[in-house]
């Protein structure tokens, strides 16, 4: 039988040394991959940089409009959509540029965007009410599916298996391609999607949630105090007055 035991216990004092030289007043959102690296992203300057486990900083962005940083559960393509721009880039695990998606020469008012691999992205079109699977290599349209859900406030969106999964400050939703809503649950405070195999998780302000097709919604994870709160595949992670803690998840 598998279960989880959630050990409270901060980040090293070393660690803990190294991580209170970065300004993490000013981080509007943060990032953990799973070899230690954390990445901050500040709307104070709309800034995305990069810091390997003992706070060194190893890469730094500079946008010159707020983008909405995907996921680095794969460091080494690292997606970013910007409303603003109208675009979507594509960065190595150095952050460096390698793509640029303009999606003003063939779309109109793009509001969400999700890549889904080095291939193709799916975009939710506000002004046809349309999810398109584009395969941005050529410059090809896939697949284009009318929905009739709201697109206001989305805050994130993920396609899977046929299903699209999207984010909401107070709610999450799974819709299937035929506009069936398959689940629908109240959050608090949601930021952003993950996944890992046939989970996904919520990612709210304080809160963590997790729900599978085959098992209840639940939250898995607190910290009230926290300003924001994180995930990688082996911790939680929080930051608490301007210092970063890890919550160690072990699995018996």
């Avoid at 409270?8 to 970065?22: E, G, M, P, R, T």
């Avoid at 509007?28 to 901050?40: K, N, T």
């Avoid at 999207?166 to 506009?179: A, G, P, S």
């Avoid at 990612?203 to 939250?219: D, L």
């Amino acid at each position: 039988m598998f279960f989880l035991i959630f050990i409270f216990c901060s980040i090293s004092a070393q660690k803990n040394l190294s991580f209170d030289s970065l300004n993490l007043r000013d981080t509007q959102d943060f990032f953990a991959d799973d070899y230690g690296d954390i990445y901050l992203y500040k709307n104070k300057d709309f800034s995305f940089t990069k810091y390997d486990s003992t706070g060194l900083q190893q890469a730094k962005i500079m946008f010159t409009v707020p983008f909405k940083i995907q996921s680095v559960q794969n460091p080494l393509s690292i997606f970013a959509f910007s409303e603003n721009a109208q675009e979507m880039r594509l960065f190595d695990e150095n952050l460096v540029e390698i793509q640029k998606i303009n999606f003003r020469e063939n779309f109109g008012s793009v509001v969400m965007a999700f890549g889904a691999d080095l291939q193709y992205v799916w975009l939710l079109e506000d002004s046809t009410k349309r999810l398109i699977k584009y395969r941005f290599r050529d410059k090809n349209i896939q697949n284009s599916y009318l929905v009739n859900f709201s697109f206001e406030g989305i805050k994130d969106l993920m396609v899977y298996k046929n299903y699209i999964y999207l984010l909401k400050e107070n709610h999450f939703l799974v819709y299937d391609f035929q506009n069936n809503l398959i689940f629908e649950t109240k959050i608090e405070e949601g930021r952003k999607l993950q996944r890992e195999n046939g989970d996904f998780f919520i990612i709210g302000k304080n809160k963590i949630y997790k729900w599978n097709s085959s098992s209840p919604f639940k939250q898995i994870f607190n910290d009230s105090d926290a300003k924001i709160v994180e995930k990688n595949s082996q911790d939680f992670l929080a930051i608490l007055k301007n210092k970063l803690y890890i919550y160690k998840i072990e699995k018996q």
